[in-house]
């Protein structure tokens, strides 16, 4: 379930809400009780299977050498 995190405007707290995807927008009480709180922004950061390149980019070519080759230049 997502966790949605919201700051109190009247003290200031921050807390977090686990809640469906569904009531996102709802608002929420701090847990002091106050009723003025807005959402924050959240950052997510994702990454492919195998903790590569999303999007199933290939890994640049492993070699030697000063030119990327693997001989001399």
């Known amino acids: 379930m997502p966790r949605y995190e919201f700051r109190c405007r009247a003290c200031g707290d921050t807390f977090?809400?686990?809640r469906p995807m569904a009531q996102?927008?709802?608002p929420a009480s701090c847990p002091?009780?106050?009723a003025d709180t807005v959402k924050l922004l959240s950052t997510v950061a994702v990454t492919g299977r195998g903790g590569g390149p999303v999007g199933g980019a290939p890994p640049?070519?492993?070699g030697g050498g000063c030119c990327g080759g693997g001989?001399?230049?």
Do not use: I, M, T
């Open 24 to 26: 996102a927008g709802e």
């Open 16 to 18: 977090e809400v686990n």
């Open 71 to 73: 001989g001399c230049c």
């Open 60 to 62: 640049a070519p492993a």
């Open 32 to 34: 002091q009780g106050h």
